[in-house]
């Protein structure tokens, strides 16, 4: 195979931003997409890197590490095409507050959902953007066994709770970034309700350092049998995903682009609205810890349609297209 496209990653290569850009690296592969992996988190002399990046015919960067990769020298976007991925409104926010207008006006971003196009169409109008939906490696799933009975219940999203308790966050964290609004305490209600355990992924809000590494999630899954994203934002819910894929019942609102992604055939979408979905979550994972015949086919035919549609062949002309 000859490569076609040398591309530079400067990005976190933990927690969701890993399982993305490995997952990029992998599939493109094939079609001629060679990518360096940089975590930008990690001590690199910036010189160093520079003096390499003639090299390459693009760059990707997450929001904060595109920051400190442009500060020297903010040229670079407009001399190596240069692509930013948008998963969140704090990344909308970052740009607006750390992103200069001639990053923004030479940076190409992509948003890894179709409201964060919105949120920026109304908040950055002069903002070059698209959308690039992302995947999943699905093998790392598919040998999974679907679950059979309803034991468990999970959550696998950054917490915002203390505890299973809602912590007293202001409308700014302490960066002054606006909060993520996960919601986390709503599993731990509805754990409650159906009389179910829950298991989490990731540690209290205030234990950052504890988050599960994206490597580690597919033995995970097999910990729990459905799943609970309770977010009012995602960039994707990957959780959601990937749950889907390991043969778990998925629960989420209507929000990244599970939906998108899903129709409904790869979980099941109930609106944000708190009580409504605590109620409708309550009465669904009620009903499948009763019967657990219709859940086993419920699993089954969850991963079967994730295994089918959420691969990352499934939607990687679009990032082909973007670089």
């Known amino acids: 195979m000859n490569t076609q496209y040398d ?3 400067y990005s976190q290569l933990d927690w969701a931003f890993g399982a ?3 997952g990029l690296a992998k599939y493109l592969y094939q079609d001629g997409y060679n990518f360096h992996l940089f975590d930008w988190g990690k001590s690199f ?3 160093d890197l520079y003096s390499s990046l003639n090299y390459y015919d693009a760059i990707l960067s997450c929001c904060d590490g595109s920051e400190v990769l442009l500060k020297p020298d903010e040229t670079l976007a407009s001399r190596i095409k240069f692509v930013v991925p948008i ?3 704090r990344d909308v926010f970052w740009i607006k507050n750390r992103h200069s207008e001639y990053m923004q006006k030479h940076i190409n971003y992509t948003a890894l959902c179709p409201w964060i196009v919105d949120v920026v169409r109304e908040e950055l109008p002069n903002l070059n953007i698209n959308f690039s939906p992302l995947g999943i490696d699905t093998s790392l799933y598919s040998k999974i066994e679907p679950s059979k009975e309803l034991k468990t ?3 696998a999203g950054a917490r915002d709770d203390i505890g299973g308790v809602q912590a007293a966050l202001d409308d700014k964290c302490p ?4 909060p993520a609004k996960k919601r986390s305490e709503m599993a731990w209600k509805i754990a409650e309700n159906v009389e179910l355990p829950l298991e989490c992924a990731t540690a209290d809000w205030d234990k950052k350092s504890i988050y599960r590494h994206y490597t580690l999630m597919p033995g995970w899954y097999t910990n729990i049998d459905a799943i609970c994203v309770t977010s009012l934002q995602e960039g994707a819910g990957l959780p959601a995903l990937e749950a889907a894929a390991a043969g778990k019942l998925v629960i989420s609102t209507d929000v990244g682009h599970f939906d998108w992604h899903s129709k409904n055939r790869g979980g099941i979408t109930l609106p944000t609205d708190r009580e409504e979905y605590i109620r409708e979550a309550t009465k669904i994972l009620r009903y499948f810890k009763e019967h657990p015949q219709a859940f086993a086919k419920a699993c ?3 991963q079967k349609h994730a295994l089918e549609n959420y691969s990352w062949n499934s939607v990687k002309d679009y990032w082909i297209k973007l670089f």
């Open 20 to 22: 993305i850009n490995s």
């Open 300 to 302: 089954k035919g969850v």
């Open 45 to 47: 002399l910036l010189e």
């Open 175 to 178: 960066n002054g970034f606006p």
């Open 87 to 89: 998963h969140s409104y």
């Open 7 to 9: 591309i530079f990653v």
């Open 153 to 155: 219940l999970g959550y």
